[in-house]
């Protein structure tokens, strides 16, 4: 079992920054792969980033040119994976979920993220 918790949401304004974390439980972290959805009122959970246990990462098109190829970023030794979110915009609000081992494995309860003048 594996339990991830969100941190890092809120109200920022069009253009600003926020870095989500999130903190895993259990000893295997450093093998999953792990990775950042998003899901806006109405519509379907979808994937933002990604990262395998090798480091390589892995964006959705709505994200690139704003997110790095370090924007996901994880840490094995404080079990904790990272999104640094860019240039924000109203369309980027939603409930960021982190997830461990893909879409059949482990969620977190989410981090409501704002973009709002």
């Known amino acids: 079992q594996v339990q991830l918790v969100e941190s890092g949401g809120g109200l920022v304004q069009p253009g600003g920054s926020l870095r989500l974390s999130c903190d895993a439980s259990?000893?295997?972290?450093?093998?999953?792969?792990m990775g950042w959805y998003r899901q806006a009122p109405g519509k379907q959970r979808d994937l933002v980033a990604n990262i395998t246990n090798a480091g390589s990462t892995n964006y959705a098109d709505s994200v690139k040119g704003r997110f790095t190829i370090s924007s996901i970023s994880r840490d094995n030794a404080k079990k904790t994976v990272y999104l640094q979110m860019n240039s924000l915009k109203p369309e980027d609000t939603a409930v960021y979920y982190c997830?461990?081992?893909?879409?059949?494995?482990?969620w977190g309860r989410g981090t409501q993220v704002t973009v709002s003048s």
């Open positions: 997830n461990a081992l893909g879409r059949v494995g482990y």
């Open positions: 259990g000893n295997r972290f450093s093998i999953y792969a």
